[in-house]
């Protein structure tokens, strides 16, 4: 890990492609007008080492790297199984 590399945690949401997941990262924008947060979400296309069994539930901590493809910028730094593999997909949820 380099100084000033950006660490972000997320939910993995699909492990169809080679050595590529997609991470989910929901969080809230303050909307000043209303004094109300809204829910908003990104998903990150990462790179994961075929060291990592990842499945679809799991929460991954990811690392900001050297661009690998033209959508992949992060690799797999850690990963924590899921807890509960019944809540969906798109159920939002901040770590």
Known sequence: LRMGMLLLKGLVISTKMKNT?????????YITKYRRFE????????????AFSIKDGDVVTIG???????????NVVAHEPAV???AGKKTFRVF
């Not at 997941?21 to 924008?29: A, F, M």
């Not at 829910?39 to 075929?50: D, G, L, M, Q, W």
């Not at 900001?64 to 992060?74: A, E, I």
Request: net charge positive.
């Open 21 to 29: 997941i997609i991470v989910r990262r929901d969080y809230l924008h």
């Open 64 to 74: 900001q790297c050297r661009p690998l493809s033209k959508t992949v910028r992060f």
């Open 39 to 50: 829910k908003r979400h990104k998903n990150i296309a990462v790179h994961c080492s075929p």
């Open 84 to 86: 509960n593999a019944q």
